[in-house]
């Protein structure tokens, strides 16, 4: 059996947006670009998906900017926020994506910049009192936050945010690719300039994601050519991949009461059964608070002689899972998440797991039984892992 836990490092594609890609693979390959019927066809499917996100996200089609992904959008947006929209100051947190934290450090490293960090409680919620009390010491601020984080499942309360952004006439940022198709988002009810999507996070295609730029703000592109996006992204676009996130959104805001309902009770089950066959755990962040991102649940495991290897192990048992963030897999340091709320413990292995709608109540179990006896069994040599391979 091969159980996959790892979804908010990337998701299946589903079946229907699989179909939904086919013909633009195939039959309609015109350019969008062309004024023949051939690239007709493909601007009217490439403007049927703006209107999709659009509309589901209540906000104008013109403010929907289609790029490479998530790690794009957050470049475009905070870039643009910079060299665009005059901000001198950063505010961020040390939880964010490396696609935020390595871009503003950059910025503050050419002195282009002041980089401030917001404080976080013991839990790596964001310290309201003490961003608004950044806010107050004035500039023109970028606030960029994350909205559920990759790691920990701890949301952040973006009206709330907002309202503290508008007070002091801040531009505010947040990345929500792990929110995205998983929550409502009402862009006529937030103080907001820029969010961002990646299909990959919502069963969609990868290579394909957007950034809202709210109307209000304008932003120059980050690549240069021909005026596509009206002229904020050159370049042919990704017309597959753009009909494919158009599909994928549909259908995850289709069926959103159903998926959470689905995927937060998984994760609530999880919980439950590691209580009972694995006490010992820790579970770290807020992510097992019924009100945390409900596709991600971040654990310790209890000392074992299995730590070092605990990834790898599960991996040959047929678990996949991930230590932190994907973008950050194959890294030596452990996660930066982690270790900013103080959460790294000496011999003991963090886990993260994530659910998708095609997770079941079979492959928890499966999980579990296989922590539970990689926790409770002598130490497996490196030598036998490798031949076992």
């Given at each position: 059996?091969?159980?996959?836990?790892?979804?908010?490092?990337?998701?299946?594609?589903?079946?229907?947006?699989?179909?939904?890609?086919?013909?633009?693979?195939?039959?309609?390959?015109?350019?969008?670009?062309?004024?023949?019927?051939?690239?007709?066809?493909?601007?009217?499917?490439?403007?049927?998906?703006?209107?999709?996100?659009?509309?589901?996200?209540?906000?104008?089609?013109?403010?929907?900017?289609?790029?490479?992904?998530?790690?794009?959008?957050?470049?475009?947006?905070?870039?643009?926020?910079?060299?665009?929209?005059?901000?001198?100051?950063?505010?961020?947190?040390?939880?964010?994506?490396?696609?935020?934290?390595?871009?503003?450090?950059?910025?503050?490293?050419?002195?282009?910049?002041?980089?401030?960090?917001?404080?976080?409680?013991?839990?790596?919620?964001?310290?309201?009192?003490?961003?608004?009390?950044?806010?107050?010491?004035?500039?023109?601020?970028?606030?960029?936050?994350?909205?559920?984080?990759?790691?920990?499942?701890?949301?952040?309360?973006?009206?709330?945010?907002?309202?503290?952004?508008?007070?002091?006439?801040?531009?505010?940022?947040?990345?929500?690719?792990?929110?995205?198709?998983?929550?409502?988002?009402?862009?006529?009810?937030?103080?907001?300039?820029?969010?961002?999507?990646?299909?990959?996070?919502?069963?969609?295609?990868?290579?394909?994601?957007?950034?809202?730029?709210?109307?209000?703000?304008?932003?120059?592109?980050?690549?240069?050519?021909?005026?596509?996006?009206?002229?904020?992204?050159?370049?042919?676009?990704?017309?597959?991949?753009?009909?494919?996130?158009?599909?994928?959104?549909?259908?995850?805001?289709?069926?959103?009461?159903?998926?959470?309902?689905?995927?937060?009770?998984?994760?609530?089950?999880?919980?439950?059964?590691?209580?009972?066959?694995?006490?010992?755990?820790?579970?770290?962040?807020?992510?097992?608070?019924?009100?945390?991102?409900?596709?991600?649940?971040?654990?310790?495991?209890?000392?074992?002689?299995?730590?070092?290897?605990?990834?790898?192990?599960?991996?040959?048992?047929?678990?996949?899972?991930?230590?932190?963030?994907?973008?950050?897999?194959?890294?030596?340091?452990g996660s930066h998440v982690l270790?900013?709320?103080?959460?790294?413990?000496?011999?003991?292995?963090?886990?993260?797991?994530?659910?998708?709608?095609?997770?079941?109540?079979?492959?928890?179990?499966?999980?579990?039984?296989?922590?539970?006896?990689?926790?409770?069994?002598?130490?497996?040599?490196?030598?036998?892992?490798?031949?076992?391979?």
């Amino acid at each position: 059996m091969k159980v996959y836990l790892d979804n908010a490092a990337t998701t299946p594609l589903d079946k229907e947006v699989l179909d939904a890609m086919l013909p633009f693979l195939t039959d309609h390959f015109g350019n969008p670009s062309s004024t023949h019927s051939f690239g007709r066809k493909t601007k009217t499917a490439i403007e049927t998906s703006r209107r999709i996100i659009s509309s589901t996200l209540n906000c104008r089609p013109q403010e929907i900017c289609f790029t490479s992904g998530g790690t794009e959008a957050d470049n475009l947006a905070i870039r643009g926020s910079v060299n665009d929209l005059g901000c001198n100051r950063i505010i961020t947190s040390k939880l964010e994506h490396n696609a935020v934290i390595n871009t503003a450090e950059e910025f503050e490293s050419a002195g282009k910049v002041e980089l401030n960090y917001v404080n976080l409680t013991p839990k790596g919620h964001v310290d309201l009192q003490h961003l608004d009390e950044l806010l107050a010491m004035g500039g023109k601020c970028l606030v960029s936050l994350m909205h559920g984080n990759n790691e920990i499942a701890n949301l952040l309360p973006l009206k709330e945010v907002g309202e503290l952004c508008k007070k002091y006439d801040a531009i505010f940022h947040s990345d929500t690719v792990q929110t995205m198709g998983h929550y409502e988002f009402d862009l006529q009810d937030l103080h907001i300039h820029f969010i961002t999507g990646a299909a990959h996070k919502f069963h969609g295609p990868k290579g394909i994601g957007f950034l809202y730029i709210n109307r209000q703000v304008q932003v120059k592109a980050l690549i240069t050519g021909g005026g596509q996006e009206r002229k904020q992204r050159g370049g042919t676009e990704n017309l597959y991949g753009i009909v494919g996130i158009g599909k994928a959104m549909q259908l995850a805001y289709d069926h959103l009461e159903e998926h959470q309902s689905h995927i937060g009770g998984l994760k609530q089950y999880m919980i439950q059964q590691l209580n009972e066959h694995l006490p010992g755990c820790d579970i770290n962040g807020d992510s097992g608070s019924k009100n945390s991102l409900y596709t991600v649940l971040n654990i310790t495991l209890p000392e074992n002689p299995n730590s070092a290897m605990m990834l790898f192990l599960l991996d040959l048992e047929g678990v996949a899972c991930s230590g932190g963030s994907a973008c950050s897999s194959g890294a030596a340091k452990g996660s930066h998440v982690l270790t900013a709320i103080d959460a790294i413990h000496p011999n003991r292995t963090s886990l993260r797991f994530s659910f998708g709608k095609f997770t079941t109540k079979e492959e928890i179990d499966f999980a579990v039984a296989k922590l539970q006896n990689l926790c409770e069994v002598k130490e497996v040599k490196p030598e036998r892992a490798t031949q076992a391979y």
